[in-house]
């Protein structure tokens, strides 16, 4: 073959695979070229699809509409939770503080993206990458936390039972104040030269930069992934692992006391009230599993680049980082779907949102039990 021919090559290959020789930092403008590892420069057009436009618009799409549906939903359920008395509770000023954390996280984080993702590059300037990284970061440790102590909540009013020590508003707020305080504190060290933010995957987004080698960088991400994942995951593992064996005891002993009765079934006050501290129970596990799926394929995008790098691809990445921001999409969903009280409550606020019938009176009322003050009547 000719060197021609040779040279022609590329041109030939282009057209039926879309792409060229170029790589993802070759649209990015010269200020922001002193955070990208040089690992991104390595990666061509032709062996990583992320340059092609088509890749951009689905990404700027998707996080576009799950930013609009993330600030509809957690939007409502902060309006009916904060202005519906009978869940202006210490046990629900955790799920607003939860809906609150996504609410913010789509607001700053979907605009930026959806700019980016029009301009094929992150075009904000360095700071604004800064920014974006650590907000993304703080939020989403504000939410594992928030989780963190809902399940922790659980597992006081359900395992501890006449023991327990019912939390207060003072308290509940107090605790909101530390998760936030904990989250900064976090968040804002690679502000100050440990880790840094940086543009990642095909560019339209910021994060913790996991592909420098040196230890200082990589030690910030391991030892950030034990208190962010690790420590809240099995804490919460803790928390239901008690809580299910509490509820399958309860549910065993009330089926020997309604034998030795000889009846089909006890159906007390305190069994209802039980009832629905499991079925809260149930949204909190549901909510924090979605969290986990979510956030653990991010996490392992993390540990490859500080372990191997070269095995990351752009697209791969940015799908990453998009699936992580999709979880501030569920929670709202799941609280409207499983949470009676509260969607009773959006009901009498929101009707044309609710599809089907909300359970009775009777059935809300048992709701209660899910709250510190009912757990307080139990006691």
């Given amino acids: 073959m000719s060197t021609t021919s040779l040279m022609m090559l590329p041109q030939m290959a282009a057209p039926w695979q879309g792409m060229s020789n170029e790589t993802v930092v070759d649209k990015v403008p010269p200020e922001m070229l002193y955070l990208v590892d040089a690992h991104c420069y390595c990666i061509p057009q032709v062996s990583v699809p992320s340059l092609n436009p088509l890749w951009h618009g689905i990404l ?17 359920v902060i309006y009916v939770f904060s202005t519906t008395k009978s869940l202006r509770t210490p046990s629900n000023l955790l799920v607003v503080n939860l809906a609150f954390s996504d609410f913010l996280m789509m607001v700053i984080m979907s605009p ?16 604004m990458c800064e920014i974006y990284g650590m ?43 530390g998760v936030w305080a904990f989250s900064l504190a976090w968040t804002i060290m690679p502000m100050f030269g440990w880790n840094r933010y940086v543009p990642e ?10 592909l420098t080698k040196d230890w200082v960088s990589r030690s910030y991400i391991l030892i950030y992934s034990v208190f ?28 020997e006391q309604a034998k030795k009765m000889n009846v089909a079934s006890l159906r007390s006050a305190e069994q209802s009230n039980t009832s629905a501290e499991c079925k809260l ?34 697209l791969a990445t940015i799908w990453g980082s998009l699936f992580a921001k999709a979880n501030a999409v569920y929670n709202p969903i799941v609280y409207g779907i499983s949470h009676p009280k509260y969607r009773a409550a959006l009901k009498e606020k929101l009707p044309f949102l609710v599809c089907g019938e909300t359970e009775s009176e009777t059935a809300s009322q048992a709701t209660n039990a899910t709250t510190t003050d009912s757990a307080a009547e139990k006691a």
């Fill in 60 to 76: 700027g799409f998707m996080i576009g509409v799950l930013g609009f549906v993330s600030w509809m939903g957690n939007g409502v």
């Fill in 112 to 127: 930026p993206m959806v700019v980016n993702c029009y301009y094929e590059t992150w075009v904000l300037g360095p700071l």
């Fill in 135 to 177: 907000c993304g970061s703080l939020f989403g440790c504000a939410s594992i936390w928030t989780m963190t102590l809902i399940a922790l909540d659980r597992y006081n009013v359900i395992v501890k039972g006449l023991a327990a020590k019912p939390m207060t508003i003072k308290t509940a707020l107090f605790r909101i104040v």
């Fill in 201 to 210: 995957g095909n560019m339209t987004a910021c994060g913790t930069d996991y």
């Fill in 228 to 255: 962010v994942y690790y420590l809240p995951l099995f804490t919460i593992i803790y928390s239901y692992w008690f809580i299910v064996q509490a509820v399958a005891a309860h549910e065993r002993q009330m089926r």
């Fill in 281 to 314: 129970a149930k949204v909190a596990l549901m909510t924090i599993s979605l969290w986990f799926f979510a956030w653990t394929p991010y996490l392992v995008i993390n540990y490859m680049g500080v372990l191997e790098g070269a095995k990351i691809s752009p």
